[in-house]
């Protein structure tokens, strides 16, 4: 599958002009730009430009609601519930997550949680929202269920994933990955290019290894069972009971402490109902936040002088590679898949927007 090399402030600026024809405000199409494009910085292909066509699927099918107004239905001075009736995904995690940086300066901890919301993107692009301003960050999401649990054969819960951000020197320390082995954004991926998915990833409607990506996604729109299996896979032999673990965190941070819809019974026909978790934590509450940031990235650089492996030359910490891949993009530019830039077609089709005015002769 030919992908095409885009820059980054042409793939900007078309974005805002799709989103705006959508019908969002240049505000509202600047904050969902950001979060698919700093995806894409971050080498995370699957919650780039490559979902635009997913949000606009939701609009047309009513899962999202474009003027949705958010409501605060229960607030403390460290804690809300936000519902999102429907709106979206992007809008209302920077809203909500702006809401927890400004309780942690307040009262050193902001709690918040969504209900009724859409997909929103990639977690850590909230967390580092508060790492961004000095503050621990960690957010969560559930989705529609594609998780199947150890030892069964029906997903039930979502890709469900969690990230946190801490501020260091020199890389803020940056972890956001889902609780199933992939997301379902990645059985995307595949499916367009049309590879097989590796062993290990899915089990089919009869719980079975799978390996047919269009089968796959077919299965868990339709509710036919099979699905993504947690992190650590099928079996308790490799822990696959506690990516299952890992995935109720997020749905008890996410739909149940919003009293939300939980990962089965969101994205159903024109029900989106999808629920986020956010939390900002000041340092100052602990001590010195220079001080503990000074002793995380001394720390960090322990890791990263570890002894190596036989045959290995490095060792990451989490967040060096997104920075590093946010330079390198930045540079040589974005690839895009051919068939994302067919979606991108077709909408531009729709809402009458010229894409080669903006992107350019398309080439592969």
């Excluded at 020197?169 to 992939?182: G, I, K, Q, R």
């Excluded at 036989?310 to 390198?328: F, L, N, P, S």
């Excluded at 993009?329 to 010229?354: F, H, Q, S, W």
Aim: proline share 4%; hydrophobic share 35%.
């Amino acid at each position: 599958m030919a992908y095409a090399i885009l820059k980054y402030e042409a793939l900007k600026n078309f974005s805002l002009a799709v989103f705006e024809k959508m019908g969002y405000t240049p505000d509202e199409a600047g904050i969902i730009t950001d979060v698919l494009l700093t995806s894409d910085l971050y080498g995370i292909e699957s919650h780039g430009m490559q979902r635009m066509v997913r949000y606009y699927k939701s609009i047309k099918n009513g899962r999202l609601i474009l003027g949705a107004q958010k409501e605060i239905v229960h607030e403390t001075p460290i804690s809300a519930v936000i519902d999102g009736h429907n709106g979206t995904g992007q809008l209302l995690g920077h809203y909500a997550m702006s809401l927890a940086i400004e309780k942690a300066k307040k009262s050193g901890i902001g709690i918040v949680t969504v209900r009724n919301s859409n997909h929103y993107g990639i977690a850590g692009y909230y967390a580092k929202m508060a790492c961004k301003e000095g503050l621990m960050g960690f957010s969560c999401t559930n989705s529609e269920a594609i998780m199947v649990p150890t030892y069964s054969r029906m997903a039930m819960i979502g890709s469900n994933p969690i990230a946190v951000a801490f501020p260091a020197e020199p890389y803020d320390f940056l972890f956001d990955a889902s609780t199933t082995v992939v997301t379902r954004g990645k059985v995307e991926v595949y499916n367009k290019k049309g590879a097989p998915l590796p062993e290990g990833w899915t089990v089919d409607a009869n719980g079975n290894v799978g390996t047919d990506a269009a089968d796959i996604l077919a299965n868990i729109e339709q509710k036919k069972g099979g699905g993504i299996l947690p992190l650590g896979g099928s079996t308790e032999l490799l822990g696959g009971h506690k990516g299952y673990g890992y995935g109720m965190l997020a749905e008890i941070f996410s739909s149940i402490l919003s009293l939300g819809l939980t990962s089965n019974h969101t994205n159903i026909g024109s029900v989106g109902g999808t629920c986020h978790g956010f939390a900002a934590i000041d340092p100052s509450i602990f001590g010195d936040p220079e001080e503990i940031k000074k002793h995380f990235s001394a720390f960090l650089q322990e890791l990263r002088e570890a002894p190596k492996a036989e045959g290995q030359t490095r060792i990451y910490t989490h967040g060096e590679k997104e920075a590093e891949a946010v330079d390198r993009i930045m540079r040589d530019g974005i690839p895009v898949n051919e068939n994302t830039i067919k979606e991108m077609a077709l909408i531009c089709d729709e809402y009458g927007v010229d894409m080669e005015k903006y992107l350019g002769k398309i080439t592969y």
